[in-house]
C-alpha cells in the first residue's frame, strides 16, 4: 500500500487545515487508517485513527473537538479536518494503514511521507 499525503501549510492560530492522503491499494478497505504526527524533537505521536468502514473513530486528547478524521472509502482517501489550530499543533503529519484498529505507531504497517503543518501565533 503507498500512500500519499497532502495538505499541509502554513496557517496562524485558530486557522484551518485540511490533510488528504491518498491511497493507492484496491484493498483499501480493508485498512484502518491513523494520523500521526512529530513535531521537532518530540516522539511521534498519535492524532486520530479511523476503522476501515468508517464507523469507528479515535483521537488524542490534545485534538479532541478540533480535528475531525474521515475517509472516502470510494476514494481511497482518508482526510483530516483541522480547525481552531494552535502553535502546538506544529509538526510534520503522516498517514498510516493498519489491519489493527489501533493508538500504537508500531501496529501500522504502511506509512506516507509526511506533510509539515506550521501554525504561528
Known amino acids: 500500500v503507498q500512500l500519499q499525503a497532502s495538505g499541509g501549510g502554513k496557517v496562524q492560530t485558530g486557522g484551518s487545515l485540511r490533510l488528504s492522503c491518498a491511497a493507492s491499494?484496491?484493498?483499501?478497505?480493508?485498512?484502518?487508517m491513523g494520523w500521526f504526527r512529530q513535531a521537532p524533537g518530540k516522539e511521534r505521536e498519535f492524532v486520530a485513527t479511523i476503522s476501515a468502514a468508517g464507523s469507528t473513530t479515535y483521537y488524542a486528547d490534545s485534538v479532541k473537538g478540533r480535528f475531525t478524521i474521515s475517509r472516502d472509502n470510494t476514494k481511497n482517501t482518508v482526510f483530516l479536518q483541522m480547525n481552531s489550530l494552535k502553535p502546538e499543533d506544529t509538526a510534520v503529519y503522516y498517514c498510516a494503514a493498519t489491519r489493527t484498529l489501533t493508538l500504537r505507531d508500531w501496529q501500522y504497517d504502511y506509512w506516507g511521507q509526511g506533510t509539515q503543518v506550521t501554525v504561528s501565533s
Open positions: 491499494a484496491r484493498t483499501f478497505t480493508n485498512y484502518h
